[in-house]
């Protein structure tokens, strides 16, 4: 039978993340890319092993239907926990190294004179206005830059799209490596996360359902309910 391990769950899938070489087209190393793609292998070996301990523990028709489905549900459950474990951790890296990558790529601290010159780009003509921010941002003139980008946007002028554009020209211009860095990582999050889902979705598709173990369990309860009024009905019969 062909393999319910989710496919998006393929260290591959994160791999194809990592920057390379232009020259040799090797892969550059990459800590936090490294702990995604580690963590999606770990996780598919982990989900093999789900299914094939549930497989087994299933088949066994030797034992109850209901022991089997109670003990397969708690193999699973220490499997997939550790998977999700190690997805969590790659994931809270990653993160980090994101809030990393904008607290290093982010405007300087503005200058003393900031607001006149947030005043200075209030007042005049949007075509000027942006003529003048373009070329702060080609020539890093980072004082109009970080009066511009650490306030409110209106308070230059501008719109919340206009200043977001602003920012991505500076970062570009800037801070290129750690802008292609963070679009990187950020791509691959989104393929981790698909991938995470996919396998929540496999491991509650693979645990054998508490209904028919507590029913079983119940319908046995109750025999022996019943069973034993039998037995003390009986014996008040027979007193009487």
Known sequence: M???????????????HFERDPRTRLTIQDDALS??????????????KIEGAASAIMSDESRPLAQRQIDAKMTIKVLAEQATRRLDGARARAAKELEQIAQDSAPPSEPRNAQEIRNALRSLPRAERAQIIAVAIEQGDHATISSMLNAPSWLSGLTEEERAMRQHGWRAKHHADALAREQRLKAAMEDFDRGGRAFLDFVAHVTPQADAAVAAAKAANNAIHDATQNTIANHKAAAE
């Open 2 to 16: 062909a393999s319910r391990v989710p496919l998006s769950l393929d260290h591959r899938t994160i791999d194809q």
């Open 35 to 48: 702990e995604l793609s580690k963590a999606f292998a770990a996780a598919h070996d982990l989900g093999s």
